[in-house]
């Protein structure tokens, strides 16, 4: 490689690391609305479920593995919009969530471990799996809800 | 006025004001919920979820029937039974967490050392009506009998039919941890002077039917008011912002406000939706707290005493959010 490439792979190499610092920094606000956008999907996904596992909904297997899967996805992306740069901004985000962190990653860690087991049970089309698993979800839902968001 | 001829007793009413907003406001409290693995924060209707760890198949006199869905109308279950799996139903156990410290709520099953066993329907009853024990003491209100104390004979009598229909559990109580001076029962009798009146649930006959029975639902058996309604520094409720709703506090978000200046957001039939499942129709999923109270009580109501309930939430005067 010539020294020409050399210089010019660092120099993309630097610019693309100023570029993802960039994006990791995204402006508080925006964070806000992402945050926010990635719960209401996951409420648009697990509506169904919930209404489906818990009876009120005809259920329907493969749109309970469908949500499920984008529930694992999903479930994965709010979190880092809960930056601390974020703490002014106005959302329904309680102070707690940045003051007592490790509490509230210990809750979404375990969210994102029970719709993982969702996911499987879901997937395998085991309609009593699924039920027995939907409640442990909507529990780490509620308790996240309960300490760091504002009714 | 007459508690406060004392420099001593205006002392305690003080204490008294530092303990009661606090218990009032964060009973119950948010510990997890108190039995069943595979309960949901409110997304499952519980008749299919039964929570009451169930001990027996539903009471077969048709009096402990109706005191059975008196005492889930009325949440007694959650701060009587323990917080974890295969507790025993209404033995008692059930941490209350203050920020003075922790109540726990005793054993109410017909045990007769442990438990509720040698009382009488008369101690029952003033226990409800009064928030007396039986040698006379006070009752600290983190037990909501300001709000119980106006139940109908009718439900009293029923509930105390059904209360003996349970397995007697030898769980023995807990003595509450409080912290100096709160531990001074005797103090809950200068807050009972202020603010708490005994009396019977009289219907209103301008209402309907249907807006008195929610208003009884609402207020005397649901209590909602007891997390719903904000206190004054003395820990009475505001009664200009009855249900309004209460700002975030210490340990939780706060709660919101029932009356239609919020509530008007949703029309009847999402409104009966997350009063049986504890979920918006967006799939939101509401927090431990309320969940609780959707899977003990909310859920359980009939689909009558449900839209008795919501005729009532509706016809309350509209109260803005507090600034």
């Not at chain 2, 595979?38 to 027996?56: C, F, L, T, W």
């Not at chain 2, 009325?74 to 203050?98: I, M, N, P, S, V």
């Not at chain 2, 708490?196 to 807006?211: E, H, I, L, M, N």
Request: charged share 20%; proline share 9%.
């Amino acid at each position: 490689m010539n020294r020409f490439m050399t210089v010019a792979v660092a120099g993309a190499a630097l610019a693309l690391g100023v570029a993802t610092e960039a994006m990791a920094q995204a402006k508080p606000d925006v964070l806000v609305k992402q945050r926010q956008a990635a719960m209401t999907l996951i409420g648009k996904y697990w509506g169904p479920v919930a209404g489906m596992a818990s009876g009120k909904v005809p259920y329907n297997a493969d749109i309970v593995a469908r949500n499920a899967t984008y529930l694992e996805n999903l479930s994965q992306m709010p979190w880092d919009g809960f930056h601390e740069s974020t703490k002014g901004e106005k959302s329904r985000t309680l102070p707690e969530a940045y003051s007592q962190k490790a509490k509230f990653d210990e809750i979404a860690e375990r969210m994102q471990a029970e719709i993982a087991k969702l996911g499987v049970v879901a997937r395998a089309k085991n309609e009593a799996g699924v039920k027995q698993q939907f409640g442990a979800v909507g529990k780490t839902c509620g308790a996240c809800h309960d300490g760091f968001r504002a009714k | 006025m007459f508690v406060l001829g004392s420099p001593a007793a205006a002392g305690l009413l003080l204490f008294i004001g530092v303990l009661a907003p606090n218990v009032l406001a964060q009973v119950p409290p948010p510990p997890p919920p108190p039995v069943q693995s595979g309960a949901p924060a409110g997304a499952k209707p519980a008749a299919e979820m039964p929570q009451v760890p169930q001990a027996s198949a539903p009471p077969a006199d048709p009096a402990a029937r109706r005191g059975e869905y008196v005492a889930s109308a009325a949440g007694c279950l959650g701060c009587h039974t323990e917080a974890k799996d295969k507790a025993a139903a209404y033995a008692g156990g059930r941490a209350l967490k203050t920020p003075f410290g922790t109540f726990y709520g005793p054993n109410i099953t017909p045990h007769p050392v442990a438990g509720i066993g040698k009382w009488s329907e008369a101690d029952f009853a003033r226990a409800i009506r009064e928030g007396l024990r039986p040698d006379g003491a006070h009752y600290f209100p983190a037990f909501p009998y300001p709000s119980f104390a106006r139940i109908t004979d009718a439900d009293l009598k029923d509930l105390w039919t059904y209360l003996r229909t349970l397995p007697p559990s030898a769980r023995p109580n807990q003595a509450h941890d409080l912290g100096f001076p709160f531990n001074w029962r005797f103090l809950v009798r200068f807050w009972k002077w202020l603010y708490f009146t005994p009396g019977r649930f009289t219907p209103d006959p301008k209402r309907s039917a249907a807006v008195n029975r929610g208003n009884y639902l609402v207020n005397v058996l649901g209590h909602c008011g007891e997390c719903h309604t904000p206190r004054n520094f003395l820990g009475g409720p505001k009664r200009a912002r009855h249900l309004a709703g209460t700002p975030k506090g210490a340990d939780d978000g706060g709660t919101s406000n029932l009356t239609p200046s919020n509530l008007k957001k949703w029309d009847d039939a999402e409104l009966a939706g997350f009063l049986q499942s504890g979920m918006t129709s967006e799939g939101d999923v509401t927090g431990e707290r309320m969940g609780e109270v959707v899977r003990n009580t909310t859920s359980r109501l009939t689909a009558q005493d449900l839209s008795s309930m919501i005729a009532y939430l509706r016809a309350l005067p509209a109260i803005a959010d507090e600034p």
